[in-house]
């Protein structure tokens, strides 16, 4: 048999292809990426800032306009990525063209990193825009700024890689929105993203902690104020033990075929 | 033979139960064109499929180039282009974008040179930013096979090339497919159009019902299956055949021709009419009729079904 000269063992040409895509397609409705997340947030501050805030004025010394950026932030990154990274596995599926991506020479990892790679991306920048556009409303000094850019590309990745197992899960677009309408938005309200748990009237301030978004918005929190509703560590802990759990499912998927391969 | 591609033993049963494909053995020389003949459901978009690697086989390995399919999948599916049998293209990009990302996905460096020479070869240039939700039908056909050609690859598969295709642009691609053959492509197409493999393809191999049932050199099977008829419109309609002629394989038609059924070796035809003329039986019309490759493709079918 013939014999031709082995490939090399990482196609970065094909990762670089598929981010370019991805980023691409956002690119195409820069308008819509760009406008909705900032008049979402000025809303955000017209409605709590300026309604609520000026009842609430302080939480632990923190200015309430200023108290909820985090949380918002965290919200809208949860969201997005999640969005991003589904719609990103699940339209090839659905359009048909995921053929060429199944019969091309990229491994399972290689499709995960161009995919969520480029919806963490996404997320970022939002995170950065939505964080601009906050400081226009309200004064804000970030304590751990490493920190803080830290927890936002950790939670951005983690959930991209959410999202893209329900993408892969989902067998039609109401499934893409059914988790996070129906659960990642009432744990982010829940998750004090709003208030301080510490506000909550026992024992809902214990089931609280079994929410894992109080963690992420604690531990952002904490890197913008220096203080959080748990230890820093406990939220890291929690952030990375979510992201591991997602690679661990995703090589499961690609082992399998689950839903990508008859 | 230099075998370019080697399927050993492969099947499939889908997670339905559904037993697509039953196991197959199969060899392609490197620079042939092979046609892959069945009905539908036969089992012809499994096999490539699995060659490719977008279904799993059940049993069996492929090697590409000397490279397990599986183990070695970066190396086996870079030497592959497919073009499918449905129109799946993105609607939201532009001709040049969607072939360039073809192109790095199968792990090449940009070639700008390359995409412009497939894009001309495919009538394609004019359209290169259009989007292609705006393009024809045949027109996202020809994208598809711009993009399966992106990346130079060594082996060519068209699962049902010409399904819905017009006049143009299956004259293009058959043009194309020449070029690329004598470029080296070795090239797999699968069809139920018999003409398409009658007129492309240097080796044939009939699939049904997830078997193949045979693979031959098209013209070997021309040859050997193929049976030729002489029809002689008579004179004078016979109610039947003379005594004499009794040793010659004849039979009268419906419509009063005399029949002579003779395979492609057969040189008596001389001799058969010598032997009318010895009988006093006149004609006024000879015509031969040979069968095509859809006479023998049928027959086939037919045969294994009887069985």
Redesign the interface.
């Given at each position: 048999m013939s014999s031709a000269t082995k490939a090399p063992a990482v196609n970065y040409h094909g990762i670089w292809a598929i981010y370019r895509f991805e980023m691409a397609r956002a690119l195409r409705t820069l308008w819509q990426s760009l406008v909705t997340p900032v008049i979402t947030t000025s809303l955000y501050f017209v409605v709590f800032g300026g309604a609520i805030g000026s009842k609430i004025s302080t939480v632990g010394g923190v200015g309430y306009g200023s108290f909820i950026v985090p949380g918002l932030i965290m919200l809208s990154l949860l969201t997005q990525s999640i969005s991003n990274a589904s719609i990103g596995i699940y339209f090839p599926k659905f359009t048909g063209t995921v053929f060429e991506l199944l019969s091309a020479p990229v491994s399972a990892m290689e499709m995960v990193v161009g995919y969520v790679g480029a919806a963490a991306t996404k997320s970022i920048v939002l995170g950065l825009i939505i964080l601009a556009t906050a400081s226009l409303f309200v004064p804000l000094s970030i304590v751990h700024p490493f920190a803080m850019l830290a927890f936002l590309v950790l939670t951005s990745v983690a959930f991209s890689l959410f999202g893209f197992i329900i993408g892969v899960w989902a067998k039609g677009f109401e499934q893409l929105n059914f988790i996070p309408a129906l659960l990642i938005t009432p744990l982010t309200f829940l998750g004090g993203a709003f208030y301080s748990i510490d506000m909550l009237p026992q024992p809902w301030r214990t089931v609280s902690l079994f929410n894992p978004v109080v963690y992420l918005v604690s531990g952002f929190r904490w890197a913008f104020f220096d203080k959080g509703d748990v230890s820093v560590g406990l939220s890291l802990g929690v952030t990375a033990l979510f992201l591991v759990a997602c690679l661990g499912v995703i090589s499961w998927i690609f082992k399998t075929g689950w839903r990508m391969k008859n | 033979m230099?075998?370019?591609l080697?399927v050993a033993g492969v099947s499939k049963t889908?997670?339905s139960g559904h037993r697509a494909l039953e196991p197959v053995d199969l060899d392609i020389a490197?620079g042939e064109i092979f046609a892959l003949l069945g009905p539908n459901g036969a089992g012809k978009t499994t096999l490539i499929?699995i060659i490719?690697?977008?279904?799993?086989p059940s049993t069996g390995t492929v090697?590409v180039?000397?490279?397990d399919a599986q183990k070695?999948?970066?190396?086996?599916?870079?030497?592959?282009g497919?073009v499918?049998q449905?129109l799946?293209?993105?609607?939201?990009e532009t001709v040049l974008?969607t072939v360039k990302?073809?192109r790095?996905?199968?792990?090449?460096?940009p070639d700008d040179a390359h995409i412009e020479q497939v894009l001309r070869d495919l009538s394609l240039w004019d359209k290169r930013d259009a989007k292609i939700r705006e393009l024809s039908g045949g027109m996202k056909r020809r994208v598809l096979i711009a993009?399966a050609l992106s990346h130079e690859p060594?082996i060519l598969f068209l699962d049902e090339p010409t399904a819905g295709v017009d006049v143009a642009l299956r004259r293009d691609m058959w043009r194309l497919v020449h070029k690329l053959r004598a470029g080296g492509t070795t090239i797999i197409l699968t069809t139920h159009y018999i003409e398409e493999a009658e007129e492309m393809a240097d080796r044939v191999g009939v699939i049904d019902k997830g078997r193949i049932i045979l693979v031959e050199q098209k013209a070997a099977l021309m040859r050997k299956l193929g049976k030729r008829e002489l029809r002689i419109t008579l004179s004078e309609p016979l109610s039947a055949v003379p005594a004499a002629l009794a040793a010659w394989p004849l039979k009268i038609a419906e419509d009063g021709r005399l029949i002579y059924a003779f395979d492609a070796e057969d040189e008596r035809i001389p001799d058969l009419l010598a032997a009318l003329g010895a009988q006093g039986i006149g004609y006024k019309d000879l015509e031969t009729h040979k069968s095509s490759l859809e006479d023998i493709f049928v027959d086939l079918v037919e045969q294994k079904d009887a069985a």
């Open positions: - | 230099d075998t370019i080697s889908y997670a490197r499929s490719c690697g977008i279904v799993t090697t180039l000397g490279h070695d999948f970066r190396s086996a599916r870079r030497a592959i497919l499918p449905e799946s293209v993105d609607m939201f974008a990302f073809s790095r996905l199968f792990g090449k460096a993009k060594e």
